[in-house]
């Protein structure tokens, strides 16, 4: 889960799998409100907020190229941000 | 006479009250601005040089405005300006405060304290599972809070904040990762419990996978080193840990950047059925649940292998 207070107060909440072979992470993006009922936490934010449904174009993401192990390339050659 | 005294006394309690210093101690690169407020002009650029040696910042007043707190500009002693609160701890003039960690006595941990900075309203998660809270701080300075599963032997959640002062000071003066192992943590040593160690991780094709990440503490070295933390970490498959996790990291950190205060709650989930890590546990060890989202999820309480474990 991630609040941010500025512009506005906002949330999002993230659940990957803890598995190997996921590379986009908007898959796993979701209200805080889904989060906690999938998870079984309670991030005890307003309600409003909670329930607010991810901007993305507010919560710009980065998606995994190509899974890799070992030493890793720099982030931007690894997970490029996504312009929308 | 009576009022002599009196008088005496009032005159020595004054002089006590006005000659008393105080003073801080830099323990990270820092702006110091004209005024409390990062968007001010900087006054100065303090360097942190590290060190046996104490670099010292005198207070002019002992209260802090927008967590920050005004002292003096070594080297000038007209020069003033506005340190922010978290790269700098107290000073007391019989020689550097010892570590919270160093002073909580062990297994003594019964709530969150000053860590409730880093929760959303002041208010710490509430996790499916009992969790032992841990708070890491220094000298009152914040670093991280986490949900400890000694049912599963590893940190449930663990929840940070991150600021436009810190995001600041990472970007303008990057910090390695320490080359350390993971240490466990002295507040979860209660004369019962056996915590897992850096290498009960060894072989078991899972990473010891961050929960308050490095890279969100490098700030400051001690947040960075605290993170190190065996309560700080769950096992993760390093395809995860290393790519789509490392990236999210990343992203959470550059949303970070201009947003204020960001609260972040990194934790594990691993429903009904869930494994336990293979490897070789050494005596009065426990294996570590795996989770199935998140991050991986495992536990001991009294120092035996729990039923079902496997090896």
């Known amino acids: 889960m991630v609040y941010r207070t500025k512009p506005a107060p906002m949330a999002i909440g993230v659940m990957v799998p803890n598995t190997e072979g996921n590379l986009d992470i908007r898959k796993y993006m979701m209200t ?53 | 006479m009576k009022k002599l005294v009196a008088l005496l006394l009032g005159v020595l309690l004054s002089i006590q009250a ?63 300006g506005w340190v922010y609160k978290s790269f700098v701890r107290g000073y007391d003039n019989a020689g550097r405060q010892p570590a919270s960690s160093a002073r909580a006595p062990a297994g003594s941990v019964t709530s969150y304290g000053t860590c409730k900075e880093v929760f959303v309203g002041g208010k710490a998660p509430v996790a499916p599972d009992e969790v032992t809270p841990l708070c890491e701080e220094e000298d009152g300075v914040v670093f991280f809070a986490s949900g400890y599963s000694k049912r599963d032997n590893h940190g449930y959640w663990s929840a940070y904040r991150l600021d436009e002062e810190k995001i600041a000071e990472m970007t303008e003066n990057p910090r390695d990762r320490p080359k350390m192992q993971f240490r466990q943590n002295p507040k979860l040593n209660d004369g019962q419990y056996v915590q897992p160690r850096h290498v009960s991780y060894t072989g078991t094709d899972w990473d010891r996978g961050h929960l308050a990440p490095n890279g969100a503490m490098a700030w400051d070295e001690d947040a960075q080193k605290r993170s190190f933390s065996i309560s700080n970490i769950a096992p993760q498959k390093p395809g995860m840990n290393r790519n789509i996790w490392r990236c999210f990291e990343q992203s959470i950190r550059e949303w970070a950047a201009d947003s204020g205060n960001t609260y972040v709650v990194v934790g594990t989930s691993h429903g009904d059925n869930f494994q336990r890590t293979r490897s070789q546990w050494g005596e009065n060890q426990c294996p570590i649940a795996l989770s199935r989202h998140g991050l991986p999820h495992e536990a001991c309480t009294d120092g035996n292998r729990r039923d079902g474990a496997q090896h």
């Open chain 1, 32 to 84: 805080v409100a889904e989060l906690e009922k999938k998870s079984g936490y309670q991030f005890r934010l307003p309600e409003s907020v909670a329930e607010q449904k991810p901007d993305l174009n507010k919560w710009p993401y980065r998606i995994v190229k190509k899974e890799l192990l070992g030493k890793l390339p720099s982030i931007d050659v690894q997970c490029p941000r996504v312009v929308h």
């Open chain 2, 18 to 80: 006005v000659s008393a210093e105080h003073y801080l101690e830099l323990r990270s690169n820092a702006n110091a601005y004209v005024d409390s407020d990062r968007n001010s002009d900087v006054a100065a650029r303090l360097k942190y040089k590290g060190g046996s040696e104490p670099q010292l910042l005198k207070l002019v007043t002992l209260a802090s405005e927008n967590g920050y707190y005004r002292v003096e500009i070594p080297g000038s002693s007209s020069k003033i």
